[in-house]
């Protein structure tokens, strides 16, 4: 049997907490909303995975909380999107120690 403490999820929900807020910070400030269509697209890509993607469409449409759902992955791939162009890569030479201590960070 496994004892789960607090503390095993704190540094998870600290880092999620942190990660929200940023997100929310860079979508305010390069004002990035989606559109009633984006959101469609996003739904559409999903009725693609049914046999009937028209009653899909309909059942999907019928709930706001799917539709917000919908919205909410729109909003992420204009966030991806806008984060990848601002993005300036650069390789850097780094020890395998050092990797190691990174990813404990994280």
Same mark, same amino acid.
């Given at each position: $049997? @496994?004892? !789960?403490?607090? /503390?095993?999820?704190?540094?998870? *929900? &600290?880092?999620?907490?942190? !990660? %929200?807020? !940023? #997100? $929310? ?6 004002? @990035? /909303? ?16 049914? /046999? ?5 469409? *309909?059942?999907?449409?019928?709930? +706001? $909380? %799917? #539709?917000? &759902?919908?919205?909410?992955?729109? @909003?992420?791939?204009?966030?991806? +999107? ?9 390789? #850097? ?5 050092? #990797?190691? %201590? !990174?990813?404990? $960070?994280?």
């Amino acid at each position: $049997q @496994i004892k !789960l403490t607090h /503390e095993m999820f704190e540094k998870d *929900a &600290n880092n999620m907490v942190t !990660l %929200r807020l !940023l #997100v $929310q910070e860079f979508i305010k400030e390069n004002q @990035i /909303e989606v559109s009633d269509d984006e959101v469609k697209k996003v739904v559409e890509e999903m009725a693609t995975m049914y /046999e009937d993607a028209s009653d899909y469409l *309909a059942w999907y449409f019928q709930d +706001e $909380q %799917r #539709v917000n &759902n919908a919205k909410a992955m729109a @909003i992420e791939q204009k966030v991806t +999107e806008a984060i990848f162009a601002k993005a300036q890569a650069k390789d #850097v030479a780094i020890s395998y120690e050092d #990797v190691m %201590r !990174l990813q404990q $960070q994280f």
